[in-house]
């Protein structure tokens, strides 16, 4: 049977299968993305992830989330520790490119810390979240600086569709999206015919990008692990 209009139930710790695409149902506070790491056996050459911004930000997605599930637990989070976590799979990785959306505010500091974890800063542009006054920041890490076209005030999903427009990007064949939410990642890795892996907290978030790229492909979920 194809995917269609296959719909699934996610709990917490799933990890999921459509094609070569891996979706892993996980919290990074308890460094969960080794668990889908694991089970990569390609080079990932790209990421691109738009995580949360701020410690408030973390504790806000962790709130949804319980109101989603009722599973996942709200609590304070300490940012720089949240990133510590990230800037540890970016190194072990090694990314040709790492594509960050960031808010204004926090960008530069995601610089200087992912400096030394991350391919060399290549570069900032600002762009728009959804409507033009919440402006936000897209960052390459990488060794190639040369763009084409500017993408200073593009919005929502145009500004992920530029970055993998890219010479880098298009080098790139595996895509990693750390917090994958509703699957922006999973569809340009999809329209641009890239495997894509992803990781997000989130239950329900992910349940509609698995269900979207199994709608697309026809192929059905297949779990791979409780
Ligand atoms: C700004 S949203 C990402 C939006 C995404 N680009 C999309 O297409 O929906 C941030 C995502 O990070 C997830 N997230 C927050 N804390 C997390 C954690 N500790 N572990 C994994 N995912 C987390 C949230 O649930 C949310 O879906």
């Given at each position: 049977m194809g995917g269609g209009n296959t719909i699934i139930r996610i709990k917490q710790g799933q990890l999921w299968q459509v094609g070569d695409d891996l979706y892993l149902c996980g919290d990074h506070e308890n460094q969960d993305l080794n668990i889908l790491l694991d089970h990569?056996?390609?080079?990932?050459?790209m990421i691109y992830s738009d995580p949360p911004w701020n410690a408030g930000n973390c504790r806000y997605w962790r709130t949804i989330a319980h109101r989603h599930t009722g599973e996942i637990e709200t609590h304070d989070v300490n940012f720089n520790w949240f990133w510590d976590i990230l800037r540890g799979h970016i190194k072990t990785i090694q990314p040709r490119v790492c594509w960050i959306e960031m808010s204004v505010q926090e960008h530069t500091n995601v610089i200087e810390y992912l400096e030394g974890y991350a391919p060399p800063y290549a570069g900032k542009w600002t762009v728009c979240y959804g409507s033009p006054k919440r402006p936000n920041i897209l960052l390459r890490f990488s060794s190639e600086k040369h763009i084409s076209?500017?993408?200073?005030g593009l919005s929502g999903e145009s500004v992920t569709e530029w970055a993998f427009n890219q010479s880098d990007s298009l080098q790139s064949q595996n895509v990693l999206d750390?917090?994958?939410?509703?699957?922006m990642t999973s569809r340009f890795a999809y329209k641009f015919d890239k495997t894509c892996y992803g990781m997000e907290l989130n239950p329900t978030r992910l349940e509609k990008t698995i269900e979207w790229i199994s709608k697309k492909t026809g192929l059905k979920p297949e779990l791979l692990k409780e």
């Open positions: 990569i056996t390609e080079p990932i050459d076209n500017d993408p200073t750390f917090c994958i939410g509703l699957g």
